[in-house]
């Protein structure tokens, strides 16, 4: 140990490090501050205790138990699946959709099943319930399905499908109330073009529709087919009531009917002749031969004493024939490529023809019966202008499938 001088005093203490000295000294002022910061703490629990507690007075508790299972499909396919349900609290109605294209409706909470029915080849997508609880609304989605059903009278109340495949085919009624459609799936449908629904749809065919026409009369409308007929149905009743057939297999693939409505002729794809029908008694006609390509396009003179038939085929050639009175007369004209289509002015005087170089020709009748192209002869200025306008629009590898020339007979 140190010896320490009498005039001395004791050392001085070691200085401690300014946290040191934080840490062990007492702080009464911040001891206070902190009491009540505690006594604030608790205060807000307490008020938070005593909210919870209020609102849990308000909730009401639940409690679900499973007091049954039903199995809604029972040995069924395992591909057999669920997909759409729908549920009416009111009446309590239960309403399932599934793959195999039908509909279950059943009554719950027991589950009974009041009804099912088969709507559709393909899965439904969506069903719905009406505000009453009486109409079921099914979506098909594969073929633009869209069904009502009033299961109480077991009725529809709304159906609407699309064509399943390609539209080949379609027509306007004479007073433009009604549409016709003809696809490849071999169905005819009519729809309405105020609405845009159809109201019917017609499955007698068996193979793809490629034309479709209606009766100036607006009673009936008629269908071309590759299954070898030509079908009219009646627009009241909605039924084909008449069914005409060659005397052998033949793909239609042209149609056309008179102003009359009294004959109909088609022409043949495979089988290069057009076949000619009384609408009365459902009888064939005439057999109008001397094309050498499939008969593509048909069309009747206006007139309502003539009876004039124009038809293109892939020959090149247009023939214009006297087709009751006269059925072996004929007028063959050469064109410049393969026939599209043909159609006649709405006052006869002119007939036009598209064809596969996108020329579209005109062809008026001279003084002699014969008819000419305006290349041969000049109507008037303005015909003429036309003439040249179409000629100079043609484009190369693209042609002019369908031609139609409006009432006006201003515009093709």
């Not at 409505?261 to 089988?271: H, K, L, P, T, W």
């Amino acid at each position: 140990s140190e010896l320490i001088n009498e005039g001395e005093g004791p050392p001085e203490a070691k200085k401690t490090c300014p946290s040191e000295e934080q840490e062990d000294e007492l702080d009464l002022l911040k001891g206070e501050l902190r009491n009540v910061n505690l006594d604030d703490n608790s205060n807000e629990r307490e008020d938070d205790e005593d909210e919870g507690e209020s609102k849990d007075e308000n909730l009401v508790k639940l409690a679900f138990k499973l007091q049954a299972k039903h199995y809604i499909i029972n040995n069924a396919s395992p591909n057999l699946k669920l997909t759409s349900v729908t549920y009416h609290k009111k009446s309590h109605l239960l309403v399932v959709g599934r793959t195999d294209g039908s509909f279950h409706l059943y009554e719950m909470p027991h589950v009974n099943l009041i009804q099912s029915l088969n709507v559709t080849e393909t899965n439904i997508s969506a069903v719905a319930l009406n505000s009453a609880g009486d109409w079921i609304a099914l979506g098909c989605e594969t073929f633009g399905q869209l069904l009502v059903w009033e299961w109480q009278s077991e009725t529809y109340v709304l159906k609407q499908q699309g064509h399943s495949s390609v539209m080949t085919t379609i027509a306007y009624s004479s007073d433009g109330q009604f549409l016709a459609s003809g696809g490849e799936d071999g169905k005819l449908k009519l729809w309405n073009t105020q609405s845009g629904f159809c109201f019917v749809t017609f499955n007698e065919h068996t193979s793809g529709i490629s034309a479709v026409r209606f009766a100036q009369n607006r009673k009936f409308v008629i269908s071309a087919s590759l299954d070898g007929t030509v079908r009219a149905f009646d627009m009241t009743r909605y039924r084909n009531f008449r069914t005409l057939t060659a005397t052998r297999p033949v793909q239609f693939s042209s149609l056309a009917i008179d102003s009359s409505s009294e004959f109909v002729a088609a022409g043949g794809q495979d089988v290069f002749e057009i076949y000619l029908w009384s609408m009365k008694v459902g009888r064939l006609l005439e057999i109008l031969t001397g094309h050498e390509g499939p008969v593509v396009s048909l069309d009747f003179h206006p007139g309502l004493a003539s009876t004039e038939l124009a038809s293109v085929s892939w020959d090149k050639s247009l023939r214009v024939w006297n087709a009751i009175e006269s059925s072996a007369a004929y007028e063959a004209i050469k064109m410049s490529s393969d026939c599209l289509a043909v159609a006649y002015r709405p006052d006869g005087k002119e007939i036009a023809v598209a064809s596969l170089d996108g020329q579209i020709s005109f062809l008026i009748q001279n003084l002699v019966a014969r008819w000419v192209s305006l290349k041969e002869r000049m109507i008037s200025s303005q015909v003429n202008w036309i003439r040249i306008l179409f000629q100079q629009k043609k484009v190369k590898r693209r042609s002019h499938s369908l031609v139609c020339v409006i009432q006006q007979m201003e515009i093709i």
